[in-house]
């Protein structure tokens, strides 16, 4: 379920959040918008709202009720219980329960604002906001870019940010929502973050002084090498067989292992203790805000006819929203990564393996055989099919966007580990 259909669900339901200051409830400034689209998903499950609903709502006049439902999200998957009431209308609608798997990943941050998106954004509401080089309509099919803007700014950009995302992850000790994500790059995945293009002030990632997964990706090469080995040698009855199911299994262990030693003492991820764990917060905060802002460029957003781009993907959206923010004529260095796409391709993919893989989900008997042999094992489910098609293309999107080709020279690849 995307982040925004679990806020606009739980703004909704008219909730109370609970007051930091003393024991009572305050009221939501109240959001509500339209009934709840029936039939739109399981029972008790969000719905998926249509790109229409949901920019009505992340447009709305004000940024409270918007602060105050990703508020309630975090508060359901801390506790796995119901962080409010609705007034009157007995238990209030969980957002979030333990008994599912936590889909917010560092990976899918880290790769997304790589693209050049969080640049993208920042010069764009800069512009809207102190210029008037961009055009002065602020209604597009009855959104208001005006509000549009001016609730991410203040969700994401403000300084000091707000009582539910960046005051959470700066500090007079971590001065800038940057520099603290480019800390939990470095620490859980051993990558270093691209710097805002526009600076302000000696920024500086807060690199730790210990405790860096330096070899993380050298380790995940090695297993995606490993699984490409196993997949093309499916059906390989007569040739030279270089499958080890064993070298598959201990490097899903030591992925595991690895992750969770940023995390916690413990060996493995367990959704019921996600807020206990080192970095939750800030990976939570960091994956909501690209949630939020690639969601803006999705092709035929109100802020897509708005600059009149016609890009067919996210990626074609943002080179050329890029390209008219940051001509190259004026900037040489281009902002915005030229396999934007693929990097948006890569993120959705590897946030829910690696999540996965720190639950140690793939290390049972038999469950990498089923995946590697999904579309011929009778005993493969379509979870093992669908695991596999995101291997292939987390392989496939590796490659445009490292350069590194996990299908080539086994030697050379595995040397690299």
Not at 13 to 26: G, R, W
Not at 176 to 185: I, K, Q
Request: charged share 20%; hydrophobic share 40%; proline share 4%.
């Amino acid at each position: 379920m995307h982040f925004l259909d679990c806020i606009k669900y739980g703004a909704e339901q008219h909730v109370q959040l609970p007051d930091t200051d003393d024991d009572n409830a305050i009221e939501m400034v109240d959001p509500i918008l339209e009934p709840i689209p029936e039939g739109s998903g399981p029972v008790g499950d969000p719905p998926t709202y249509s790109m229409a609903d949901m920019e009505r709502f992340i447009s709305m006049n004000g940024s409270e009720a918007l602060e105050d439902a990703i508020e309630k999200y975090w508060l359901d998957v801390r506790d796995g219980t119901t962080a409010t009431l609705p007034f009157g209308e007995g238990p209030g609608i969980l957002l979030f329960d333990h008994n599912e798997r936590i889909h917010h990943h560092l990976i899918y941050a880290y790769l997304v604002e790589n693209t050049g998106l969080v640049d993208v954004m920042s010069e764009f509401i800069g512009r809207f906001q102190h210029d008037e080089s961009l055009t002065k309509v602020g209604l597009v099919n009855g959104i208001n870019i005006h509000d549009l803007m001016e609730n991410t700014e203040q969700l994401f950009f403000k300084d000091g940010g707000s009582r539910s995302i960046n005051s959470n992850i700066t500090s007079n000790v971590r001065p800038d929502a940057w520099g603290t994500r480019a800390n939990a790059y470095h620490r859980l995945l051993g990558m270093r973050a691209r710097k805002p293009f526009r600076t302000v002030g000696n920024i500086q990632p807060l690199l730790p002084t210990e405790g860096s997964n330096g070899t993380f990706i050298a380790a995940f090469e090695r297993f995606l090498k490993l699984f490409w080995e196993a997949y093309t040698n499916v059906n390989n009855r007569v040739g030279q067989n270089f499958t080890d199911m064993f070298a598959i299994t201990q490097s899903l262990q030591d992925l595991r292992l690895m992750l969770m030693a940023r995390r916690s003492a413990d060996a493995t991820f367990t959704a019921s203790r996600y807020a206990e764990y080192h970095l939750s917060r800030v990976e939570f905060n960091s994956v909501n805000m690209m949630f939020w802002l690639r969601y803006l460029i999705n092709p035929g957003s109100s802020l897509t006819q708005y600059m009149r781009l016609d890009g067919n993907t996210s990626g074609d959206v943002l080179l050329q929203l890029g390209e008219r923010l940051f001509p190259r004529a004026k900037y040489p260095t281009p902002v915005v990564h030229s396999k934007c796409q693929a990097l948006f391709d890569l993120a959705d993919v590897i946030a829910d393996f690696l999540r996965s893989a720190e639950m140690g989900l793939y290390e049972p008997v038999g469950v990498m055989d089923r995946i590697i042999d999904a579309h011929d094992n009778a005993l493969a489910t379509a979870q093992n099919r669908a695991d596999q098609t995101s291997l292939l293309s987390i392989i496939h999107n590796w490659h445009l966007t490292t350069g590194i080709d996990i299908k080539g020279d086994r030697q050379r690849m595995l040397q690299r580990a």
